[in-house]
């Protein structure tokens, strides 16, 4: 045992703050809210983002562009990536669950194949979205490309 090791038992240290337990706790009277204000009564919550009156950071910097709220956004998987998983894992058929046991998408990812890389395997894949080089090579080789 060394002295760096030591720490006091526990409950040895302080105590809690006993808020509203009367004059002689040292956190009676206003129980440490203050005197005046919206903070020393019950039942105020702070608003997020709220800088006490103070014009907010999110409405004091500038807006622009625009954020489509119905934009569909796909995880890219390239046909080298795919090539190299049928090498792998010695799979002819490729699908969202497929993908998604070889960690390379979570379950609720939607996948775009593209085509970047070279097919040299007959695969049959099913996918969200497809490039039209992907489609091309996929079926170069007889396999099938299925949009879910």
Do not use: C
Not at 15 to 22: L, Q
Not at 35 to 51: T, V
Not at 80 to 108: M, P, R
Request: proline share 2%.
């Amino acid at each position: 045992m060394k002295l760096n090791n030591l720490t006091p038992s526990t409950g040895s240290l302080g105590r809690e703050k006993r808020i509203g337990r009367g004059e002689g706790s040292g956190h009676g009277g206003t129980s440490t809210r203050g005197m005046n204000g919206a903070q020393s009564r019950s039942g105020y919550s702070r608003k997020a983002g709220f800088e006490g009156g103070q014009m907010p950071l999110q409405r004091r910097l500038p807006k622009f562009g625009f954020n489509n709220v119905n934009k569909v956004e796909y995880k890219a998987i390239n046909l080298s990536t795919l090539q190299a998983l049928s090498e792998k894992a010695g799979v002819t058929t490729i699908t969202i669950d497929t993908l998604s046991e070889a960690g390379l998408i979570s379950k609720n990812d939607r996948v775009k194949i593209l085509g970047n890389g070279t097919l040299t395997v007959k695969l049959d894949v099913t996918a969200h979205a497809f490039s039209k080089s992907a489609i091309a090579q996929i079926e170069s080789q007889q396999g099938k490309a299925t949009k879910i």
